[in-house]
C-alpha cells in the first residue's frame, strides 16, 4: 500500500479522509482525541505544500450527535496554529470553487459528509466509485489520503469511491493501525490473550469464533454484555433483572452460539466469578456460587467483582500479546469503573504487547489516566472487523490502488 512519504505533495489537491466523528454533549464536541490522532498527517501534507481538503463524517442522521463540521474547522484550526475554513457544501459549486482556488499550504474542511445521502448506504467500490460525491470531486483531486480507521469496515463513497481513479495513500494513522494489529494478529508470541467486553456483542463472538479456531488466542477474557451471554451458556443463571434487560437488547439469542464456542474451546474462555450490583446507590459484590445472587433477580449487574479482576490480572500480568476491545462494566459510574480499571490498569503494566480498543475503552483509559498500553487504537468496529478475520473495506481499497496505480506517477515520488 501507497505511504504518505512515498510521495511530493507540494502543489497537489489532496482529499484527506479522516475519521473526526466525536462524542457531543449539549451541541459542542467534548474530546478531541481523534483530531490529535489525525495531526501528524494533517501536518505533513500542510508542511509539504498540499492543497488539502479534508472530509469527515459526524453522527448519523436524526441522532443527537447529528451535526455540522463547522465546530471541527475550529477544533483542528486551534490545534494546528492555522485556519481551517469550514465549507458549507459537500460537493456542490460552492465546495468545487473553494477546492480550485486553494493555495499550497491551505487548508479546508468539508460539510459532514453524511449530509450527502449517498454517503449512508454501503455499496461495493463499483457502486461508489458511480456516485455524485466522487464524479464531481475526482477531477479536482490529484491524490487521496485514508486516515480514517475507525471507519475502515465501511464501504462509502469518500471512503472507497476513489481507489480506482487516484492513488490512494495510507495516512500515518493508518498506517499504525495497520502495523498494530498486524503485530498483535500474526504473532506467534505466547501466550495471546484477549479480553473481550463491552456491549458488541455479535461483533465480539466473531472474534472470539476467529481467533480460537485460527489458534490466534490462547486465553480468551470476558466482561460486560459478553461476560453476560458466555456466563449463561455455562449454564449459570443471572436472575430476571438481567435476563429482561438482555431480552430486550437481544442478547439471549446470542447465548446458543456462546454455547457452541465453548463446546470447542471451553477452557479457554473464562468468565466473571462475581458481579457488582447497585444496592440503594451502592455498589455490592456478589459471587456467583453464593446465595445472594438472588439479588440479581431485582438488581442490574454493572460491573465484574474484584475477584474476577483479581484472577484476570493474574493471566494478563503473564501474557506476550493482549488484544482488548470494550469497557467490564458502566464505568460511568465511579462506583462500577473498578472492573475496567482495574483489568486495564493490568494491562498497562504488563509487558505484554497490548492493543486496547474502542470508543468506551479510550474514553475510560483516558478518564482514569492509564499508562503504558502498547497501542490505543481509534477503531472499536473496526477492530473488532480486523481480528474476526474480515476483509476491511477501506483496506482492499488501498490495496487496488496500490495494484492500480504503482507504476504510474512515479514523477510525483520523492527520490
Do not use: W
Amino acid at each position: 500500500m501507497f505511504r504518505l512519504t512515498d510521495f511530493n505533495f507540494y502543489g497537489k489537491t489532496v482529499f484527506l479522509r479522516a475519521d473526526l466523528n466525536s462524542p457531543v454533549r449539549d451541541g459542542r464536541i467534548i474530546s478531541d482525541a481523534r483530531f490529535q490522532a489525525v495531526l501528524p498527517t494533517v501536518r505533513h501534507l500542510l508542511d509539504d505544500g498540499a492543497r488539502l481538503v479534508i472530509g469527515t463524517h459526524q453522527g448519523k442522521p436524526y441522532g443527537s450527535d447529528y451535526t455540522t463540521t463547522e465546530e471541527h474547522a475550529r477544533i483542528l484550526s486551534e490545534l494546528l496554529g492555522q485556519e481551517v475554513e469550514y465549507i458549507e457544501d459537500v460537493f456542490g459549486r460552492y465546495a468545487r470553487e473553494k477546492i480550485r482556488k486553494l493555495k499550497p499550504g491551505e487548508a479546508m474542511m468539508l460539510e459532514n459528509l453524511r449530509f450527502a445521502a449517498e454517503e449512508v448506504k454501503y455499496r461495493p467500490v463499483e457502486e461508489c466509485e458511480r456516485t455524485f460525491f466522487v464524479r464531481k470531486l475526482a477531477p479536482l483531486i490529484d491524490y487521496v489520503v485514508n486516515d480514517a480507521f475507525a471507519a475502515a469496515h465501511r464501504s462509502q463513497p469518500s471512503l472507497v469511491g476513489f481507489a480506482r481513479l487516484k492513488p490512494m495513500i495510507m495516512g500515518f494513522l493508518m498506517e499504525n493501525e495497520v502495523e498494530a494489529l498486524t503485530k498483535a494478529y500474526g504473532t506467534g508470541e505466547k501466550p495471546r490473550v484477549y479480553v473481550l467486553g463491552g456491549a458488541k456483542v455479535d461483533d465480539s463472538l466473531r472474534v472470539a469464533e476467529n481467533v480460537l479456531r485460527r489458534g490466534k488466542a490462547d486465553v480468551i477474557l470476558t466482561g460486560g454484555l459478553v461476560g453476560h451471554v458466555f456466563t449463561l451458556a455455562k449454564g449459570f443463571h443471572l436472575g430476571d433483572a438481567n435476563l429482561e434487560f438482555m431480552a430486550r437488547k437481544g442478547l439471549l439469542e446470542l447465548v446458543d452460539r456462546a454455547e457452541r464456542i465453548l463446546d470447542g474451546f471451553y477452557p479457554m474462555i473464562r468468565t466473571p466469578v462475581d458481579f457488582a450490583v447497585d444496592l440503594d446507590g451502592e455498589r455490592l459484590e456478589v459471587d456467583l456460587l453464593s446465595d445472594e445472587k438472588r439479588l440479581f433477580d431485582e438488581h442490574p449487574i454493572l460491573d465484574i467483582g474484584s475477584r474476577t479482576v483479581e484472577k484476570y490480572r493474574e493471566v494478563l500480568m503473564k501474557a506476550k500479546i493482549i488484544v482488548a476491545n470494550g469497557p467490564m462494566g458502566v464505568f460511568e459510574r465511579d462506583e462500577f469503573a473498578l472492573g475496567t480499571v482495574g483489568v486495564f490498569r493490568a494491562i498497562g503494566e504488563s509487558e505484554a504487547f497490548s492493543v486496547v480498543g474502542g470508543g468506551h475503552s479510550i474514553a475510560s483509559i483516558y478518564q482514569y489516566n492509564i499508562t503504558g498500553i502498547s497501542h490505543v487504537s481509534t477503531g472499536g468496529g473496526a477492530m473488532l472487523s480486523f481480528f474476526a478475520g474480515e476483509k476491511l473495506p477501506v483496506l482492499e481499497a488501498l490495496r487496488t490502488s496500490y495494484e492500480t496505480f504503482s507504476e504510474t506517477g512515479a514523477e510525483d515520488r520523492r527520490g
